[in-house]
């Protein structure tokens, strides 16, 4: 049993995928397996897949292909197909530093209890360091900080022990409703289950920012599922007081105001909408 399963949801990839395996087989702790499950891809994904395997024969790479069900699906299905004690996340148009499974080992090696490490990402844009996104921070309470400040994880930046997975179930596979934000849903389930996570704070990865990123199209439906999100996890939070209203109606206040800015002025009806569903969640 390897110590590590990187999962990676494939859709249409074809032109990112060479460079995150390329990042995964350059790590400095080589007990992993690659698990690919692709989703439906009509462009070549499989045919580089199977040259890349091999070419690396010195890979244990998995490919399963499935029709499509979108990235909580996917997941998922490559998950089923893993045999790791620790799930790492990577999405296939993002990148892995050497050191990044090495030192994931270390923090779980050094506490038993822990089931969720993140670490902090650089931001690429053409190129080029754009940012640093740095996650976390730790909570006592993460299911509340999760819920009232937002998301403070990425995916291609989160391993979880594979009991975990095993004790709640997988990523949501509503696509109709939890469509993109499949991973917030799952970092609050993880923490409603009192999983312990913790935080790296160092950059072992990059996002790369471009223009098939799914978190830069369709404003609109993001924010109405993140929305979705907040009511169905809030609802699962058991002792809600006036603090916890409270709460979660600025962060629906925030969630929708930020939109409605974001589709200004390119969608001025959009705007107002936002504008308004922001309002409403404050005043009733």
């Not at 990187?6 to 995964?24: C, E, F, H, Q």
């Not at 692709?38 to 045919?47: F, K, N, P, Q």
């Not at 292909?65 to 699906?73: E, M, S, T």
Request: glycine share 6%; proline share 2%; charged share 25%.
């Amino acid at each position: 049993m390897p110590k590590f399963s990187v999962i990676i949801p494939l859709y249409n990839g074809a032109k990112y995928i060479r460079t995150a395996l390329d990042s995964v087989s350059s790590q400095t702790f080589r007990d992993f397996e690659i698990v690919i499950c692709d989703d439906g891809s009509t462009d070549d994904s499989a045919d580089i897949i199977k040259k890349y395997s091999q070419s690396h024969p010195e890979l244990k790479i998995k490919y399963v292909y499935q029709k499509n069900k979108g990235l909580g699906g996917a997941r998922n299905t490559a998950i089923r197909s893993a045999e790791g004690d620790v799930l790492a996340l990577l999405d296939q148009d993002d990148i892995w530093y050497p050191e990044k499974l090495a030192m994931t080992a270390k923090v779980f090696d050094s506490d038993s209890d822990l089931m969720i490490v993140c670490n902090d990402e650089d931001i690429i844009k053409n190129g080029k360091k754009y940012s640093v996104s740095k996650y976390g921070p730790y909570s006592k309470d993460m299911f509340r900080q999760l819920l009232y400040k937002g998301n403070c994880l990425s995916t291609s930046a989160t391993s979880i022990k594979r009991a975990a997975f095993d004790s709640i179930g997988g990523f949501s596979e509503d696509i109709r409703n939890i469509h993109f934000v499949e991973d917030y849903d799952y970092w609050l389930r993880l923490a409603l289950n009192s999983f312990k996570f913790s935080f790296l704070k160092k950059p072992l990865g990059c996002y790369v920012l471009h223009e098939g990123n799914y978190s830069s199209n369709n404003l609109g439906m993001m924010c109405d599922h993140e929305g979705r999100v907040l009511d169905i996890n809030y609802s699962r939070l058991k002792k809600k007081g006036l603090a916890d209203l409270i709460a979660i109606r600025k962060r629906m206040f925030r969630l929708y105001l930020s939109n409605s800015k974001m589709m200004y002025p390119s969608d001025l009806r959009g705007s107002l909408r936002y504008f308004i569903k922001a309002l409403m969640s404050v005043l009733f």
